[in-house]
């Protein structure tokens, strides 16, 4: 189902009666949502359905906290990361803006002064925004940023993070050992990492973290460091 000509075609489908979501994975892309490890890498050439993975692994993630959650309680805070502004803009939130807002799943909002997407209270499909301003209490947040600026990596604790071209030289030791402090634990839940790009390298100590992989060799090489 590409749509317009020269479209990709989407991971997912929505019926509009039912409004029923199925996600329709290749075999690498199933790898890695099937993968119970803590940081999980997607390494692949370009038009492989990387970028467009992010929110429905995400989404997964999001659903996962609030059903550990007490009734009532807020679903917490969610970070996504791409290499650089110019990234964010042109991939990254169109496709956080078209899965989480009203095209499919209907449970965010996005605040651009902040950069953050809002979820719904309880994650209900076209439900109430707890958030007058930005700055308001949330139920759920999905915080945007760049690695290009790190200092904007650092803040409160997070449940789940995700990285978009992940292989990128912003994304620096430091960067990775930023947001491994955000999605520390302090509970007995797992925090977990997803990174994806199109790279020939990680450059992050591998003797230092466990990594489960899912490369698709017809589309890349690569060279862990």
Request: glycine residues 8%.
């Amino acid at each position: 189902e590409a749509g317009a000509k020269g479209a990709k075609p989407k991971i997912w489908r929505k019926d509009p009666k039912t409004g029923l979501l199925t996600l329709l994975f290749h075999p690498g892309q199933k790898r890695v949502w099937d993968s119970v490890k803590r940081n999980v890498f997607m390494l692949s050439g370009t038009g492989v359905g990387k970028t467009s993975l992010i929110p429905c692994w995400l989404h997964r993630e999001i659903t996962r906290a609030k059903d550990r959650l007490a009734p009532g309680d807020p679903v917490g805070d969610f970070l996504a990361v791409t290499a650089t502004y110019d990234l964010f803009k042109t991939k990254l939130l169109p496709a956080m803006m078209e899965f989480f807002e009203d095209k499919c799943l209907a449970i965010g909002r996005y605040h651009p002064g902040d950069r953050i997407i809002e979820l719904t209270d309880g994650l209900e499909p076209h439900g109430t925004f707890l958030a007058n301003r930005q700055d308001d209490p949330m139920y759920g947040r999905i915080i945007l940023r760049a690695a290009a600026a790190p200092s904007g990596l650092e803040s409160s604790t997070v449940k789940a993070v995700v990285m978009d071209e992940a292989g990128l030289p912003e994304y620096q030791l430091e960067t990775w050992e930023a947001l491994q402090r955000r999605a520390a634990s302090p509970e007995n839940c797992i925090r977990r990492i997803e990174g994806i790009t199109y790279c020939f390298k990680i450059p992050i100590r591998t003797s230092a973290y466990s990594f489960s992989v899912s490369l698709l060799p017809r589309f890349s090489r690569m060279k862990l460091m």
